[in-house]
């Protein structure tokens, strides 16, 4: 074992070493002035504080954490998972529907005849508890999770749902209810009301369950909904604990009405938000139920700590500007919820952050994308024949382990407030969830975190939405704490689009290269594509001298240039170009590049525009002032 270790040491020296000779390198230096090791310099922090390293070896190998099926439950809740089917594909039905019950019902027998194999039903809006019979017509409840979201109407819709499965007629061939066939009648009381999704109360909610515990049903009361604080803005680490913390609540309400721990601990399943960080997802999968393991431990039954998963695609990730690129972010998240081990996963439409009379897609389109994408991943794929294929990872099982150890913490942490309730009560929860999306969003607005088609490669020339869509109280799935990661870029797209529709023409910025194209092309495209995220068109003429700065500017209806050259041109060039521009009567003259390329620090331009900055902050202060230098204000959501 020592040699291996020295072999291993002497290994990671030797990579430690080059990759130092590299980034000193990359940077023109020598390696003794690097700020840091290799490894620190290519670590990479997660937005809950965890640190992932460039590289895992034997080194960080980790005791076996079990067999599928059994404690700690790390690598799944089932052990006799179907690798024929792998998850479930639940598709989700009832959102809105202008449909008829019977035509309801037609549309699902059509999602099972072409893939899916589980069912998640809106209940309340367009399907009422009344209609449960003729939607479910033809549908073997036996065989299919039916999961229900019901808000106020849970009590008669569950009652409803649970009587037509004592009274429907079985499948042909029967089969012995699993993880992934179990149901849920989607009670989430005390989520829900950190999100203001309508619900019942959890007293009511408890007393369905102790109706449930004896019945001999396939079916379990409550689907604790990580998805609520995963959409206003929780990190993995705050999303696992609070959803965990909730589930604990929920625990004790139905021990304290008489339910036996063990039996309480088979009325529960949860709901993850899955996303497009896709090592992350498996290993978030993973880490609930490794926590959810260890609380039925405490509790003296870790043998009924198997947490059954619902994998949801995150609604908060997908965007209205290029719906298009939500079909690569959705699927990237159903391969991390298939892999980390979900039960059941649904796949949000691509154009479900869009309200539904704005879509410009069929439902049926939609739908059919969403359910092959996961049906890909299965058959094509074969994702699913394997069970917990990350498993053995240096890499999953360190950040599977790191990422539990961190939301217990913070589960322990609620715990000592007094459990969940007084932490949300107390507006504990509120802070920590308002905390984490204020530094998501920060870390979006300085561009850290890319949203291919909003903040990074927008395409300003896509057809404009019919209205701003700032508000997404319209959006299905969604709650009043919705914050998608693009909304305030998306916003700023809003006020072009309404500028365009008022004057023919959007906000304008001049830019101004200098040199060659081979000089100034690179810059000059980031300003293009860090202007366009803000809805500010950039108008390109070609190298300018400082001869012909004055008849651009007065063929471009701004107030506004950019310089856009290299450190070298600038010094010989950029002086009398920037007094140009000055003379011509431009008010604000910024540089693309870091402020320090300038040669003259006391004749310097009035900004810079680089990588790293305030993007929001400083599309907003643009269109602010080119549109008061324009004599009107059009669409401000700011």
């Given at each position: 074992?020592?040699?291996?270790?020295?072999?291993?040491?002497?290994?990671?020296?030797?990579?430690?070493?080059?990759?130092?000779?590299?980034?000193?390198?990359?940077?023109?230096?020598?390696?003794?002035?690097?700020?840091?090791?290799?490894?620190?310099?290519?670590?990479?922090?997660?937005?809950?504080?965890?640190?992932?390293?460039?590289?895992?070896?034997?080194?960080?190998?980790?005791?076996?954490?079990?067999?599928?099926?059994?404690?700690?439950?790390?690598?799944?809740?089932?052990?006799?998972?179907?690798?024929?089917?792998?998850?479930?594909?639940?598709?989700?039905?009832?959102?809105?529907?202008?449909?008829?019950?019977?035509?309801?019902?037609?549309?699902?027998?059509?999602?099972?005849?072409?893939?899916?194999?589980?069912?998640?039903?809106?209940?309340?809006?367009?399907?009422?508890?009344?209609?449960?019979?003729?939607?479910?017509?033809?549908?073997?409840?036996?065989?299919?999770?039916?999961?229900?979201?019901?808000?106020?109407?849970?009590?008669?819709?569950?009652?409803?749902?649970?009587?037509?499965?004592?009274?429907?007629?079985?499948?042909?061939?029967?089969?012995?209810?699993?993880?992934?066939?179990?149901?849920?009648?989607?009670?989430?009381?005390?989520?829900?009301?950190?999100?203001?999704?309508?619900?019942?109360?959890?007293?009511?909610a408890t007393g369905l369950a102790g109706e449930l515990v004896d019945s001999g049903q396939a079916v379990r009361a409550f689907r604790v909904?990580?998805?609520?604080?995963?959409?206003?803005?929780?990190?993995?680490?705050?999303?696992?604990?609070?959803t965990v913390a909730a589930a604990v609540a929920h625990l004790r309400d139905l021990t304290a009405a008489g339910i036996s721990a063990s039996?309480?601990?088979?009325?529960?399943?949860?709901?993850?938000?899955?996303?497009?960080?896709?090592?992350?997802?498996?290993?978030?999968?993973?880490?609930?139920?490794?926590?959810?393991?260890?609380?039925?431990?405490?509790?003296?039954?870790?043998?009924?700590?198997?947490?059954?998963?619902?994998?949801?695609?995150?609604?908060?990730?997908?965007?209205?500007?290029?719906?298009?690129?939500?079909?690569?972010?959705?699927?990237?998240?159903?391969?991390?919820?298939?892999?980390?081990?979900?039960?059941?996963?649904?796949?949000?439409?691509?154009?479900?952050?869009?309200?539904?009379?704005?879509?410009?897609?069929?439902?049926?389109?939609?739908?059919?994308?969403?359910?092959?994408?996961?049906?890909?991943?299965?058959?094509?794929?074969?994702?699913?024949?394997?069970?917990?294929?990350?498993?053995?990872?240096?890499?999953?099982?360190?950040?599977?382990?790191?990422?539990?150890?961190?939301?217990?913490?913070?589960?322990?942490?609620?715990?000592?407030?007094?459990?969940?309730?007084?932490?949300?009560?107390?507006?504990?929860?509120?802070?920590?969830?308002?905390?984490?999306?204020?530094?998501?969003?920060?870390?979006?607005?300085?561009?850290?975190?890319?949203?291919?088609?909003?903040?990074?490669?927008?395409?300003?020339?896509?057809?404009?939405?019919?209205?701003?869509?700032?508000?997404?109280?319209?959006?299905?799935?969604?709650?009043?704490?919705?914050?998608?990661?693009?909304?305030?870029?998306?916003?700023?797209?809003?006020?072009?689009?309404?500028?365009?529709?008022?004057?023919?023409?959007?906000?304008?910025?001049?830019?101004?290269?200098?040199?060659?194209?081979?000089?100034?092309?690179?810059?000059?495209?980031?300003?293009?594509?860090?202007?366009?995220?803000?809805?500010?068109?950039?108008?390109?003429?070609?190298?300018?001298?400082?001869?012909?700065?004055?008849?651009?500017?007065?063929?471009?209806?701004?107030?506004?240039?950019?310089?856009?050259?290299?450190?070298?041109?600038?010094?010989?060039?950029?002086?009398?170009?920037?007094?140009?521009?000055?003379?011509?009567?431009?008010?604000?003259?910024?540089?693309?590049?870091?402020?320090?390329?300038?040669?003259?620090?006391?004749?310097?331009?009035?900004?810079?525009?680089?990588?790293?900055?305030?993007?929001?902050?400083?599309?907003?202060?643009?269109?602010?002032?080119?549109?008061?230098?324009?004599?009107?204000?059009?669409?401000?959501?700011?």
């Open positions: 074992m020592s040699q291996l270790t020295d072999s291993l040491d002497e290994a990671y020296r030797k990579w430690s070493s080059s990759a130092a000779a590299v980034l000193a390198k990359s940077r023109r230096v020598e390696v003794d002035q690097l700020p840091g090791d290799a490894e620190s310099l290519l670590a990479t922090t997660m937005a809950d504080g965890l640190t992932i390293r460039p590289l895992y070896t034997r080194k960080d190998e980790t005791v076996e954490p079990g067999l599928p099926g059994e404690y700690p439950f790390v690598r799944g809740a089932d052990p006799h998972r179907d690798v024929n089917v792998g998850w479930r594909v639940t598709e989700r039905f009832g959102d809105g529907e202008t449909r008829s019950a019977a035509e309801i019902n037609e549309a699902i027998l059509d999602a099972f005849v072409n893939g899916a194999s589980g069912l998640w039903l809106a209940v309340g809006d367009g399907v009422s508890a009344g209609d449960l019979a003729e939607v479910f017509t033809g549908v073997y409840l036996d065989l299919i999770p039916v999961t229900l979201d019901a808000g106020t109407d849970a009590v008669a819709a569950s009652r409803a749902y649970l009587e037509l499965r004592r009274t429907a007629q079985e499948a042909p061939v029967a089969a012995r209810p699993t993880a992934a066939t179990t149901g849920s009648l989607g009670l989430s009381p005390l989520t829900a009301a950190f999100a203001g999704r309508p619900t019942i109360t959890a007293a009511e909904d990580g998805a609520d604080f995963a959409t206003a803005g929780a990190d993995d680490s705050l999303q696992l604990a609070l039996k309480a601990l088979t009325q529960l399943t949860f709901a993850v938000s899955a996303d497009d960080n896709q090592f992350a997802t498996i290993a978030k999968f993973r880490a609930l139920r490794k926590i959810w393991a260890r609380v039925a431990d405490v509790v003296g039954k870790r043998e009924a700590g198997a947490a059954i998963t619902h994998g949801v695609t995150d609604l908060s990730m997908l965007t209205q500007r290029d719906p298009w690129v939500n079909m690569l972010r959705t699927t990237i998240a159903a391969f991390g919820a298939g892999v980390g081990g979900a039960d059941q996963v649904t796949v949000l439409g691509f154009d479900a952050a869009i309200p539904a009379d704005l879509r410009t897609s069929g439902a049926q389109f939609s739908r059919r994308i969403a359910r092959n994408t996961q049906l890909l991943l299965l058959e094509e794929s074969n994702i699913g024949r394997v069970i917990d294929p990350a498993g053995g990872s240096w890499f999953v099982e360190s950040l599977t382990d790191d990422l539990a150890a961190s939301a217990w913490n913070i589960f322990t942490e609620v715990e000592g407030l007094g459990g969940y309730r007084a932490a949300l009560d107390s507006g504990w929860i509120a802070d920590k969830v308002g905390a984490a999306l204020a530094a998501r969003d920060d870390s979006v607005a300085h561009r850290k975190i890319s949203v291919t088609g909003v903040n990074e490669f927008p395409n300003l020339g896509e057809k404009p939405i019919e209205r701003a869509l700032a508000d997404d109280s319209a959006v299905a799935t969604g709650t009043p704490k919705l914050a998608r990661v693009g909304r305030a870029f998306e916003g700023l797209r809003d006020r072009s689009d309404a500028r365009q529709e008022a004057t023919g023409a959007r906000p304008q910025v001049l830019m101004i290269p200098l040199g060659s194209v081979a000089e100034h092309n690179g810059r000059t495209t980031f300003v293009a594509n860090l202007l366009a995220s803000g809805g500010i068109d950039a108008v390109n003429p070609g190298p300018v001298t400082a001869e012909e700065v004055a008849g651009h500017v007065a063929s471009t209806p701004t107030s506004v240039a950019v310089l856009c050259g290299t450190k070298k041109r600038y010094a010989e060039d950029g002086p009398a170009v920037l007094a140009a521009a000055r003379a011509a009567g431009l008010s604000t003259v910024l540089l693309a590049g870091p402020a320090s390329e300038w040669p003259d620090p006391e004749n310097a331009p009035d900004g810079a525009l680089k990588v790293g900055i305030d993007a929001i902050a400083t599309l907003t202060g643009l269109v602010d002032q080119l549109e008061a230098a324009s004599g009107s204000t059009v669409g401000d959501q700011s």
